[in-house]
């Protein structure tokens, strides 16, 4: 047994409380941010417009929402 391992508290006993708290706290948080299609697929027809005039779109195309007020980037 390994002491430094994470299954097993000071005394040697497996703690799967600790360990799961541990792992979960250790992890990177998610992002749960995820534009609408429509924007989506704005961007995607903005790039493919500027490809095929051969040009790159290199910063951040911000959209604003007239309705809610919205800024996507």
């Known amino acids: 047994m390994n002491k430094d391992d994470l299954k097993y508290n000071a005394e040697g006993y ?7 708290a541990i ?4 992890k990177p948080p ?3 941010y995820q534009p609408p299609y429509e924007v989506t697929e704005m961007v995607d027809m ?3 417009i500027a490809r095929a005039y051969g040009y790159d779109i ?3 195309i911000a959209f604003r929402d007239r309705k809610s ?5």
């Open 14 to 20: 497996r703690d799967k409380t600790a360990e799961t």
């Open 23 to 26: 792992r979960a706290a250790d």
């Open 30 to 32: 998610k992002s749960s």
């Open 46 to 48: 903005f790039h493919k």
């Open 58 to 60: 290199d910063n951040r």
């Open 69 to 73: 007020g919205t800024v996507y980037r």
